[in-house]
């Protein structure tokens, strides 16, 4: 059983937040199912960011070297780290939080600090494997010399709160299968849509054609979108060299590419590869337009090769309706099922036939698109955030009454 009554609970984000990425989307979306059954809700997170949607946040002091944003592993966050752990512990002296909900595993150090100095039990918010990320990022050797002792850090910082939550069941046999922790300890909350801002008719069939003629798309473009980061972990490399391919065997294909860093280079990369005219890269896009731009697509793309993230965007992919390719993995198949258009190699030639194919049968994917949309609603619908983490919540806060 969850709570009974409005709990205050501190956020440690340490993160640039509010980024339009999908790591702070399910903060966000977290916080606001948390608000809206009743409870309050504060984030401690970096410098940069913005504010979004009425909460309290508490951003730490500025770097004097390093002003701009930062995605992914940097030398630079041990810094952040510094100066988010006294403010975490000065928020937390005023707010007296119920709960301390830490995201990634730099906050769960963080907020297993504070809650043992206050007697605060802790959740951890475990959004995939810190050095495999590392890894992932180009930022660790798996056979250099810092590998061994970061993985026995990353082993220490899972044992250190109370319970952690994980956004897939795969991400929770990680944990309890490589990581040993006992299942008791490990909740499964999933990344969440919310379906209804995310929906297939959120532009009317005006209002598609004028967007797309507005960012230059031709109007018989066969458009596939990606929204997320470019970085090489989450494929971006790979889906323009598949571009290529496709293009190749059928010219009105388009690729609508939503998301940052990186931009200018990777717009040069895929002119290099002869895809002017048939690409556009938006730079960062807004949480809150998200739906509109996807909405101009008629497949989506998912090319991430990182086997212990998850994959939110795909939800959003799901709610709008959008067949969806993505390379074949565990963590794609929990959320899009037998419903997956599945490139069966993390390649850029597997990729390029599976997209081929989806463009060519365009006419006959009506009842998958509805079977998407449907599979969103019923599975992976916002409205059960907030229970879930209230159970979670419920036991941490009946077992630290026991104890004390």
């Keep these: 059983m969850g709570v009974k009554r409005s709990l205050r609970i501190l956020m440690v984000a340490p993160t640039s937040f509010f980024g339009d990425t999908g790591c702070h989307v399910r903060i966000l979306e977290e916080a606001r199912a948390l608000r809206a059954a009743g409870h309050?809700?504060?984030?401690?997170?970096?410098?940069?960011?913005?504010?979004?949607?009425?909460?309290?946040?508490?951003?730490?002091?500025?770097?004097?070297?390093?002003?701009?944003?930062?995605?992914?592993?940097s030398r630079h966050k041990l810094a952040y780290d510094a100066l988010l752990l006294p403010l975490v512990l000065q928020k937390a002296l005023a707010l007296r939080p119920d709960v301390i909900h830490a995201h990634l595993h730099e906050g769960a150090l963080i907020g297993a600090i504070v809650g043992r100095l206050l007697r605060t039990p802790v959740v951890f918010d475990f959004q995939g494997s810190l050095t495999s990320e590392m890894i992932d990022h180009r930022f660790l050797n798996p056979n250099g010399p810092w590998?061994?002792?970061?993985?026995?850090?990353?082993?220490?910082?899972?044992?250190?709160?109370?319970?952690?939550?994980?956004?897939?069941?795969?991400?929770?046999?990680l944990l309890t299968g490589r990581f040993g922790l006992h299942p008791d300890r490990v909740t499964v909350v999933r990344d969440r849509v919310n379906t209804a801002v995310f929906r297939p008719d959120v532009l009317c069939p005006e209002e598609r054609a004028a967007l797309r003629a507005q960012l230059g798309i031709p109007p018989e473009a066969l458009v596939v979108v990606y929204l997320g980061l470019l970085a090489e972990h989450q494929g971006t490399s790979i889906l323009l060299r598949s571009g290529t391919a496709v293009v190749a065997e059928e010219p009105r294909a388009f690729f609508l590419v939503m998301g940052y860093p990186g931009v200018n280079e990777y717009r040069q990369y895929a002119h290099g590869l002869g895809l002017a005219g048939h690409v556009l890269f938006t730079g960062q896009m807004p949480y809150e337009q998200a739906a509109r731009y996807l909405a101009l697509g008629d497949v989506a793309v998912a090319p991430k090769i990182s086997l212990t993230e998850g994959a939110g965007k795909i939800l959003n992919y799901m709610a709008m309706g959008l067949p969806t390719v993505a390379f074949e993995s565990a963590v794609n198949r929990e959320y899009l099922g037998e419903l997956g258009l599945y490139a069966p190699r993390a390649d850029e030639a597997s990729l390029a036939q599976t997209l081929l194919s989806a463009l060519r049968r365009l006419p006959e994917l009506g009842p998958l698109r509805q079977a998407l949309r449907e599979r969103a609603c019923t599975l992976f619908g916002a409205e059960r955030t907030a229970a879930e983490l209230e159970a979670v919540y419920g036991r941490l806060l009946r077992s630290s009454l026991s104890r004390h």
Excluded: M
């Design 147 to 173: 590998y061994r002792p970061l993985l026995w850090l990353e082993h220490r910082i899972d044992r250190l709160p109370q319970a952690v939550i994980t956004s897939t069941q795969n991400a929770a046999n």
């Design 40 to 73: 309050e809700v504060a984030i401690c997170t970096y410098r940069k960011g913005r504010d979004i949607d009425g909460f309290p946040i508490y951003r730490t002091l500025p770097l004097p070297w390093r002003q701009h944003y930062e995605v992914g592993s």
